[in-house]
């Protein structure tokens, strides 16, 4: 069963770049699509984009100007990079694999707040 | 700018039948939405529930449902059980190539 692990730093500055790791276990990241989601505390869920393991992206046209998605198949890894981040970028991201339309199956989310 | 709706809160009682639904600013949502739902108590992950409109994803109960009714998409739960009292997120894939959630259903067991 495929399980998925994010990772980076809890505790990004304002304005500066947050970066987070997906490392992917008892599967491969190829063939699949994969997604980043995000989580306000005590809000809802917002779809930040998706990668295929051969890098082709899309991105929510509201984060796409700051967020890069990418993909490292020799460690079946994927990332997220997004710049200038404020107080609003305070979430709980997610990695999820993207199946049929749907996300079928999520990391457990990591926890980055956004500090001045 | 698309958005996705969402009844703010609703509430079932224990045994009784609650549907949920999912509707857009700009029109009407149909099966090329490919409606998805999406199960979430305070501090768990997400579970999926039901997708391509209609299909429960794995290990989903029967008691679960999904349909388009009118101009929405809409999860039924039957037979509420105490455990199905959580937050509830549907998601449609939209013009552009790209998923738009809703505001989430707080559904409550009483």
């Known amino acids: 069963q495929v399980r998925l692990h994010e990772s980076g730093p809890g505790l990004v500055e304002t304005s500066e770049t947050l970066s987070l790791t997906c490392s992917v276990s008892g599967g491969s990241v190829t063939p699949y699509w994969w997604s980043w989601i995000r989580q306000p505390p005590g809000k809802g869920l917002e779809w930040i984009a998706y990668?295929?393991?051969?890098?082709?992206?899309n991105y929510n046209p509201s984060l796409k100007s700051r967020a890069t998605l990418s993909v490292d198949t020799s460690k079946n890894q994927l990332s997220l990079k997004m710049t200038s981040v404020a107080a609003a970028d305070t979430a709980v991201y997610y990695c999820?694999?993207?199946?049929?339309?749907?996300?079928?199956?999520w990391g457990q989310g990591i926890l980055v707040t956004v500090s001045s | 700018q698309t958005v996705v709706t969402q009844e703010p809160s609703l509430s079932v009682s224990p045994g009784g039948t609650v549907t949920l639904t999912c509707g857009l600013n700009?029109?009407?949502?149909?099966?090329?939405?490919?409606a998805s739902w999406y199960q979430q108590t305070p501090g768990q992950t997400p579970r999926p529930l039901m997708y391509n409109t209609n299909t429960r994803s794995s290990g989903v109960p029967d008691r679960f449902s999904g349909t388009i009714l009118g101009n929405r998409a809409a999860l039924t739960i039957t037979g509420a059980q105490a455990d199905d009292e959580s937050d509830y997120y549907c998601v449609l894939h939209v013009s552009g190539d790209i998923y738009v959630f809703g505001p989430g259903t707080k559904v409550t067991v009483l």
């Open positions: 999820v694999r993207y199946g049929f339309y749907h996300f079928d199956t």
């Open positions: 990668i295929y393991y051969n890098g082709d992206t």
């Open positions: 700009s029109g009407s949502v149909s099966t090329t939405h490919y």
